[in-house]
């Protein structure tokens, strides 16, 4: 895979702007350079999972990744004035289906992954960054807005700020869903999500963003919540309510009247998992 980018013409108060994010700890300022992203990977699927049938089944990925390959043995970080990167990047996902009836299934994902930038790059292409939060990730945060750590960027009221993207580079997430039917094309679900991303190196701009082995469980972030999809076998349409119950951000679990205020609407096409 080989992506040319180029970019030109790029406003100074954009430019700025994607600074600032930069300060912050998000990277997206390496996506408006000229640079050359290459990389080679694995892929390897296994499934015997049928949506339209409630069955035990199972779902295995292996996904491997060497971004960069030809510059791994060159001590370069550019050529022909275009940025290059050097990374290597893993990513496992297992899901487990169980039958509790005839129409009921109880549905279990881990999802773990690592992505680590090589000796000539100190960052990764930002799409190769692994995010948190969203509509197949964990439900009870906006896409991308979960982590790292319990990096707790504030707003100019104090609160923390969930408005931009918090990319990591190493990924922890599990859900457990319960799907069952309502009446007709109806079909409802009760969920946990447990998640979060971390910085596999220390990153000054975002305190508590680094995993470290003796405290990462207190940085795991949980969120549940309820479903409604809409079935109609050649696609299903979804909407999942999710909540805050434990924030890592803050580190403790949300009161009753923060719950109702932080409610997160996900619309997604599929299962989740």
């Not at 922890?172 to 069952?180: H, I, M, P, T, V």
């Not at 940085?219 to 909540?243: C, Y």
């Not at 805050?244 to 580190?251: E, G, M, Q, V």
Request: avoid cysteine; charged fraction near 20%; hydrophobic fraction near 40%.
């Amino acid at each position: 895979d080989i992506n040319l980018i180029n970019t030109a013409n790029i406003s100074d108060t954009f430019q700025v702007f994607l600074e600032a994010l930069q300060q912050q700890g998000n990277n997206i300022i390496t996506s408006f350079r000229s640079s050359y992203v290459s990389d080679i990977f694995a892929n390897y699927i296994y499934t015997d999972f049928d949506p339209s049938v409630v069955k035990k089944a199972k779902y295995k990925r292996y996904y491997l990744e060497s971004g960069g390959t030809l510059f791994n043995f060159l001590s370069v970080d550019s050529i022909f004035g275009l940025q290059t990167f050097s990374y290597l990047k893993a990513n496992t996902d297992y899901r487990y289906y169980f039958p509790v009836n005839r129409r009921s299934t109880l549905a279990f994902r881990i999802n773990l992954g690592a992505a680590y930038p090589l000796s000539i790059s100190t960052t990764l292409p930002y799409e190769k960054y692994f995010f948190a939060g969203g509509t197949n990730s964990v439900r009870a945060w906006q896409p991308r807005r979960l982590g790292p750590g319990s990096y707790a960027p504030l707003d100019e009221e104090g609160e923390i700020n969930y408005r931009f993207e918090r990319p990591g580079e190493l990924l922890l997430e599990s859900s457990l869903e319960y799907r069952f039917p309502i009446i007709g094309f109806f079909e409802g679900a009760t969920f946990i999500d447990l998640g979060n991303v971390w910085m596999l190196t220390k990153d000054n701009s975002r305190p508590g963003a680094e995993f470290k082995p003796s405290g990462f469980l207190s940085e795991i972030a949980v969120g549940t919540g309820v479903g409604l999809r809409l079935n109609l076998s050649f696609l299903v349409l979804r909407l999942d309510l999710g909540i805050k119950a434990y924030d890592p951000a803050l580190k403790s679990f949300a009161p009753f009247n923060k719950i109702l205020k932080d409610i997160v609407l996900n619309i997604g096409i599929g299962y989740p998992f």
